[in-house]
């Protein structure tokens, strides 16, 4: 006996497929024509600086006098900045999160005011009142770094602890016999991943970037040492900043392929870079 | 951590907004820094800087969430993270490497100019330059609208499907769905995102150095050359008044981002 | 004939018809073939498991998605065509639909606004729909001011407020609380009814579909495999799918004879026709017999037929797990006074009523559910 599903008794006789009104069409084009503007307006600086400095820069960078003490100084700074901004947030954005959930909402505001104040204001302000021993070594600029970076690592971190489940986590590990520093060190940092991975990206990102305190403060990172060829050679400063732009998208490329992998691994989904540059305050969830 | 802000950040601070009441020879309080800072070429380096931030924001703001918008109606995921990465790498890119970028292709001797000068369009004779303000918003464009992107992704996203089907379900049109439910529950997080860019373009200091030098008044440039020395005698502690001036209008700007995108979260919850 | 509670005049109900439609998502069928008739003012429930097309075939109906071949039909004519802006359907979605800068107000009147009615009388219709839905003091309070329940009734009063030719109805009571869900569900169906708006309601909860539908259509892998009222639907399910899926089934071990009789548990009994006058066709030998829990008798008694594996608390009934000779386990309902002495180990005596039962093919390892009953 058949299965009772047809209760048509007609025969079907729609000729062809159902006609739909094409709504994606118009759509489409149009999408794909600011695109393309787009992508002309970012791309054309980009091939003509490459045309006018030719590539024969390229190679000329590395064997300019200076280049690598710069690299190095901006590579030394990166990594100390990472570090303290890490070590500094994590602790303090677990412990507020887990003990003080009202604290939260002060501690965005506290870490939006780095933004309020321009770099360009922060370094006259600094030269003001650092003592001299401090005013003379290349760490200030680090010090002063992490202050820059701390809306963005909060923003990264934030957005890791929020997608864990903090509470239920720690009280796990705490009934398993976990102490404070266990916790954190096993079962914590290694679910934030891909949140400090997306933190240290942006952190590399600004210091590789970061101009202006490190001019004023007469420091030679990398992003100062390229303004140098200005007066000399016009070509070989464009191929540095052709270099400098190459060089930190292939850094954080690499950074976003191991994150990745490593999430994966972990099943915590790809790294969103840049996900964190959004500066937001929401309503508080209580 | 409150203790590393209040030395790295409040100290400073307070540093220059002592400073810029202090009178640099005797240390008493006046006000004529202030008032200084508030007149003649200082006047103008904050007008000139204010209209600045106000092209580079608003049109940056638009073409922004066109982009933004393009990639969010497309399918493929692909496309989308490419946008969402290039995006980040340009919004970091600015300062010196990016005016030279610009001067290369653009600058009075740059190689576009030179090509659309061969073709008979001589840009320059036109009336456009690199080296004025609008050159400088054009300029800025290259960083602000990537950032603009970044940031109004999550709103875009934070519009449910379910809104516009049952506005079409209701009868509603394209535009209509965009007039009465789409436009007004953007419009917050829209605002807040071109004020945050319009921060970001006051704040900025070494691209417009790198391609004018001085030669278009500035407010963060000005603050500038007063570390570098070019001060007239007397007037040093003119450029911490400067920089609260600055201080001030972001501070201002800063409070009715927070309070926008408040708004914003409500509705986009 | 129903009459239209807020114009007052009479309203001749509208048919919808699915015509062998089909859409297929890349390599996967959503759906395959299906057709269904939906009478003048009549709800016909589509239940079935995720996945099995019944979402995608009410989106068809209201126009958020085409068909690769088919036909919809409204009132006899065919809609593949129109925008789903001009279709004059309502529908409710799961949740947060919503628009969230509107008061409810706003929101329920949305629809008028998009007709072309004005201010004062859409403010009039609007306030009356949400006194239907009892809503009328939050007319002006926000989505996000109203609970989830709240929402809901909101957006059937926004659905309702064109009064639309088809409500359509996308899992509406999904999100909400248990208790709530219960309310809703009442309030919707005497709603429906007291308008008489043809309706199609999808939900992958059968109590929900049982409690409220005229007919209840279940689905499986892009097509219907029964039509038909809640009762029957319980009662004389056409697939083993359908038996299983609606209500708690078990499946016994029997034989089937030449004469026409099954013989499980130990007894005889004669296998029941699923509809009037088909003939059964299934061969002599190793079946299963269907049949609910209720259906089965159960006795304390030495050496019986089966072990008590464990009890689930039902409230009037307990539902008490039996292990039989054989591996076979099943469930059978006893009043929960009864089943006190009933503990687990003890042994008990299973057997069937002298009723008629349904039978369908052995199951064994890998085969399809889809076979029929007989």
Known sequence: MAPVSRAVTRPMTSPGAAKVPRRRAPVAVWRWVILLLAGAYFILPLATAQRFAGLSSFSSVFTQPGFAASLWLSAQLAIMTTLITLVLM????????????????????????????????????????????????????????????????????????????????????????????????????????????????????????????????????????????????????????????????????????????????????????????????????? | ???????????????????????????????????????????????????????????????????????????????????????????????????????????????????????????????????????????????????????????????????????????????????????????????????????????????????????????????????????????????KALGFGMVVIIAAVMGLYVLLQRRAAKWLR | MATSVITGTAKAGTSVSLRDVTRAFGQVRALDGMSLEIAPGELVALLGPSGCGKTTALRIVAGFEHADSGQVLVDGKDVSGVPAARRDMGMVFQSYSLFPNMSALDNVGFGLRMRKMGGAGRKGRALELLEMVGLADKARQYPHQLSGGQQQRVALARALAIEPRVLLLDEPLSALDAQVRVQLREQIRSLQQRLGTTTLFVTHDQEEALSMADRVGVMRAGNLEQVAGPAELYARPATAFVAEFVGTMNRVPAELAADGTVTALGTSVPVAAVKEGAATDAAPGPVDVLVRPEGLSLAAAEGGNGIVA??????????????????????????????????????????????????????GAGEAATVPVG
């Open chain 1, 90 to 286: 994590v602790p303090t954005t677990i412990y507020v999160h887990l003990r003080l959930p009202r604290l939260r909402r002060v501690l965005e505001g506290i870490t939006i005011l780095p933004i309020v104040i321009p770099p360009i204001v922060l370094i006259l302000g600094v030269l003001q009142v650092a003592p001299l021993w401090l005013k003379a070594s290349q760490w200030l600029l680090g010090l002063e770094y992490v202050i820059l970076a701390m809306p963005f690592a909060y923003r990264a971190i934030d957005a890791g602890l929020r997608a864990l489940d903090l509470k239920t986590l720690t009280e796990a590990a705490s009934s398993l016999g976990a102490g404070w520093v266990t916790t954190l060190w096993r079962v914590l940092l290694p679910n934030l991943g891909t949140a400090l991975m997306s933190a240290t990206i942006l952190i590399v990102a600004l210091v590789l970037g970061e101009f202006t305190m490190a001019s004023l403060d007469l420091w030679v990172t990398f992003p100062v040492w390229i303004v140098q060829f200005d007066q000399l050679d016009a070509q070989m400063s464009v191929g540095a900043s052709l270099f400098a732009l190459y060089a930190t998208w292939v850094i954080l490329l690499a950074i976003t392929l191991v994150g990745t992998r490593q999430a994966r691994r972990t099943g915590r989904g790809e790294v969103t870079l840049f996900t964190a540059t959004r500066i937001q305050t929401t309503v508080s969830e209580s």
């Open chain 2, 1 to 239: 951590m409150g203790a590393y802000i209040a030395l790295g950040l409040l100290i400073p601070l307070v540093a220059i907004v002592a400073g810029a009441f202090q009178d640099s020879a005797t240390g008493a309080f006046t006000g004529a820094n202030v008032s200084i800072a508030l007149h003649g070429t200082y006047l103008t380096g904050f007008e000139q800087s204010l209209l600045l931030s106000l092209i580079a924001s608003v049109i940056p703001g638009v073409l922004g969430l066109l982009i933004a918008y393009a990639i969010f109606t497309s399918r493929a995921s692909a496309l989308r993270q490419v946008v969402i990465t290039v995006s980040g790498v340009f919004a970091n890119f600015g300062g010196v490497p990016l005016a030279f970028l610009f001067v290369s292709s653009l600058g009075s001797s740059g190689l576009i100019t030179g090509w659309l000068s061969d073709a008979g369009l001589r840009i320059y004779d036109h009336g456009f330059s690199l080296y004025t303000l609008s050159g400088v918003a054009l300029v800025y464009m290259y960083f602000q609208i990537p950032l603009m992107v970044l940031v109004i992704l999550p709103a875009l996203e934070g519009l449910r499907p379910s809104w516009r089907e049952a506005a079409e379900n209701l009868g509603a049109r394209g535009w209509q769905y965009w007039r009465h439910v789409g436009g007004p529950v953007l419009l917050p997080s829209f605002l807040g995102c071109v004020l945050l860019l319009f921060g970001s373009a006051l704040s900025a200091y070494a691209t417009a150095e790198a391609l004018t030098s001085g030669t278009i008044p500035l407010t963060s440039i000005q603050i500038g050359s007063f570390l570098n020395g070019n001060v007239i005698a007397g007037q040093e502690n003119v450029g």
């Open chain 3, 310 to 363: 464990g009890r689930t608390f039902l409230g009037a009934v307990t539902r008490v797990s039996v292990l039989l000779s054989g591996d076979a386990e099943v469930r059978v309902d006893v009043p929960s006074t009864a089943a006190a002495a009933l503990a687990p180990g003890a042994s008990v005596q299973v057997s069937l009523p002298p009723a008629a039962v349904l039978i369908a093919p052995r199951r």
